[in-house]
């Protein structure tokens, strides 16, 4: 097989990968489109095409706002889908995000704005949502900690250095002889596991003496990528005895 058969070979098979990624079809007597742009719970972004004229409206139909919903985010939402509504001037009203009457020769940009849209909206909506999460969970692992090692070696938070950057750490327990040990707060949700792995793996590539712990809700509930923070860290229950702590505390 020569370059250039190799070439149109590899074309084609990226078309039918393309036509396999994205597509139209009516459903319900409307037309909708699959996207390939994904909502963070992994989901594809489906918007709705309506035509009136030589005018089309284009909605994602609040599948936006019910993705928030579904992260318990909806009141993040609202802020973040007017934001992210400017930031593609595309229209929101509380609900939908759109694109009201385009030039049906625009269609593809109205697509496309109201499709990322959607998707930028919930994603920021359920960051911020976690992050409030975050904060409130530190706030009760720092509590629980303090109580057990006494809140004279127990700081809320510090700067731990790792290889290539410093991390802002929760719950630091700061041992007589300076050992330390680090108890932060993860979620089963990608990007917090994600974020914990980097953390950890930074911090321990300079530092083993430090204990990593990442406290969590339950063990039992959590993804498979959140269990592999478990290969750089201590995975935590948050419902732990005094004495699972100590021991995690003097882990490395």
């Known amino acids: ?18 036509v396999r990624l994205a597509g139209a079809r009516e459903m319900d007597g409307r037309v ?31 599948y936006g706002l019910v993705e928030a919903e579904l992260s318990a985010a909806e009141e993040f939402y609202g802020s ?8 593609f001037s595309v229209g929101f009203d509380g609900y939908a995000i759109f694109a009201l009457w385009v030039p049906i020769g625009r269609l593809e940009s109205a697509v496309a704005c109201v499709g990322n849209a959607s998707s930028r909206a919930a994603a920021e909506a359920v960051r911020r949502a976690a992050d409030v ?6 706030e009760r692992i720092f509590d629980r900690i303090a109580k057990v090692f006494g809140k004279k070696i127990v700081t809320r938070s510090a700067e731990i250095s790792g290889r290539h950057v410093a ?21 089963n949700h990608a990007n917090s596991a ?4 980097m953390m950890f793996s930074d911090i321990r590539a300079v ?9 969590v809700k339950s063990v039992d509930e ?8 478990g290969d750089v860290a201590n995975i935590v229950p948050m419902q732990a005895t005094d004495d699972q702590f100590r021991r995690f505390a003097e882990a490395s």
């Not at 973040?80 to 930031?87: H, L």
């Open 167 to 187: 991390w802002p750490a929760h719950n630091v327990v700061v041992f007589p002889n300076r050992r330390r040990a680090i108890f932060e707060y993860m979620t």
């Open 1 to 18: 097989m020569n370059i250039t058969t190799s070439t149109q070979v590899l074309i084609e098979r990226v078309r039918e990968a393309v």
């Open 80 to 87: 973040s889908a007017a934001k992210a509504a400017d930031e």
């Open 133 to 138: 999460q975050s904060r409130s969970q530190n």
């Open 207 to 215: 530092d083993e003496s430090i204990s990593l712990n990442t406290v």
């Open 222 to 229: 959590l993804g498979e990528k959140a269990q592999m923070v």
């Open 194 to 197: 994600s974020n914990k792995f």
């Open 32 to 62: 909708v489109v699959d996207l390939p742009i994904m909502y963070p719970s992994g989901a594809m972004v489906v918007v709705q095409v309506e035509r009136n004229g030589d005018k089309v409206l284009v909605s994602d139909m609040g």
